[in-house]
């Protein structure tokens, strides 16, 4: 069935680097777009970044603009977010999103991964 | 303060309806951007309730419609039964932003 499994979350100290994984499994996942989307804890959704379906267009929201970089491995099926320089504020839960078409801007987030906990704390 | 705005709970007793709003400007809903909507059960991941103003993927009951008009969008649910207690949010596209925008969200209690 189609599925997006997170992991790589955790503990990590203000300052620190920490990096995520989405893997893919039962659609083709080179040709879909991918996001991320965070939720702080007893907050709302906050979308993160999104890359195209070959990676070559990535977009960042202002609050992670500089420090987190998205990107994919379409030969693993594998969806990446790199987050350095992490804050207190980065706290939440990390969801990646597939994007249900090939029009990105206007296209629904179909398909959501179980979410992976990040907590920034000393 | 989210780009798009809900109302943060609305209840109602199991049989009615209920709406919840999602009130944007000319930058994203009223720019013509289409709205999704997402239930969120307890503990859960979010889930596509309705995508593309008023269509609802496979498996969604047809209890739950979505329609839009001007900057603004709406979800009804009708039927409300007590499974459908949940957050609800809505989510667009916003051109000055260049990004992607969700609702705050709102929680959904069935009396």
Redesign the interface.
């Given at each position: 069935q189609v599925q997006l499994v997170e992991s790589g979350g955790g503990v990590v100290q203000p300052g620190r680097s920490l990096r995520l994984s989405c893997a893919a499994s039962g659609f083709t996942f080179s040709t879909y777009s991918m996001?991320w989307?965070r939720q702080a804890p007893g907050k709302?959704?906050?979308?993160v970044a999104?890359i195209s379906y070959d990676g070559s267009n990535k977009?960042y929201?202002?609050s992670v603009k500089g420090r987190f970089t998205i990107s994919r491995d379409n030969s693993k099926n594998t969806l990446y977010l790199q987050m350095n320089s992490l804050r207190a504020e980065d706290t939440a839960v990390y969801?990646c999103?597939r994007v249900?078409g090939i029009v990105v801007?206007?296209?629904?987030?179909?398909?959501?991964?179980?979410?992976t906990m990040v907590t920034v704390s000393s | 303060q989210s780009v798009l705005t809900q109302p943060p709970s609305v209840s109602g007793a199991p049989g009615q309806r209920v709406t919840i709003s999602c009130t944007g400007s000319s930058s994203n809903i009223g720019a013509g951007y289409d709205v999704h909507w997402y239930q969120q059960l307890p503990g859960t991941a979010p889930k596509l309730l309705i995508y593309g103003n008023n269509n609802r993927p496979s498996g969604v009951p047809d209890r739950f419609s979505g329609s839009k008009s001007g900057t603004s969008a709406s979800l009804a649910i009708t039927g409300l039964q007590a499974e459908d207690e949940a957050d609800y949010y809505c989510q667009s596209y916003d051109s000055s932003l260049s990004g992607w925008v969700f609702g705050g969200g709102t929680k959904l209690t069935v009396l």
């Amino acid at each position: 069935q189609v599925q997006l499994v997170e992991s790589g979350g955790g503990v990590v100290q203000p300052g620190r680097s920490l990096r995520l994984s989405c893997a893919a499994s039962g659609f083709t996942f080179s040709t879909y777009s991918m996001h991320w989307v965070r939720q702080a804890p007893g907050k709302g959704l906050e979308w993160v970044a999104v890359i195209s379906y070959d990676g070559s267009n990535k977009y960042y929201a202002d609050s992670v603009k500089g420090r987190f970089t998205i990107s994919r491995d379409n030969s693993k099926n594998t969806l990446y977010l790199q987050m350095n320089s992490l804050r207190a504020e980065d706290t939440a839960v990390y969801y990646c999103a597939r994007v249900a078409g090939i029009v990105v801007v206007t296209d629904a987030f179909d398909i959501w991964g179980q979410g992976t906990m990040v907590t920034v704390s000393s | 303060q989210s780009v798009l705005t809900q109302p943060p709970s609305v209840s109602g007793a199991p049989g009615q309806r209920v709406t919840i709003s999602c009130t944007g400007s000319s930058s994203n809903i009223g720019a013509g951007y289409d709205v999704h909507w997402y239930q969120q059960l307890p503990g859960t991941a979010p889930k596509l309730l309705i995508y593309g103003n008023n269509n609802r993927p496979s498996g969604v009951p047809d209890r739950f419609s979505g329609s839009k008009s001007g900057t603004s969008a709406s979800l009804a649910i009708t039927g409300l039964q007590a499974e459908d207690e949940a957050d609800y949010y809505c989510q667009s596209y916003d051109s000055s932003l260049s990004g992607w925008v969700f609702g705050g969200g709102t929680k959904l209690t069935v009396l």
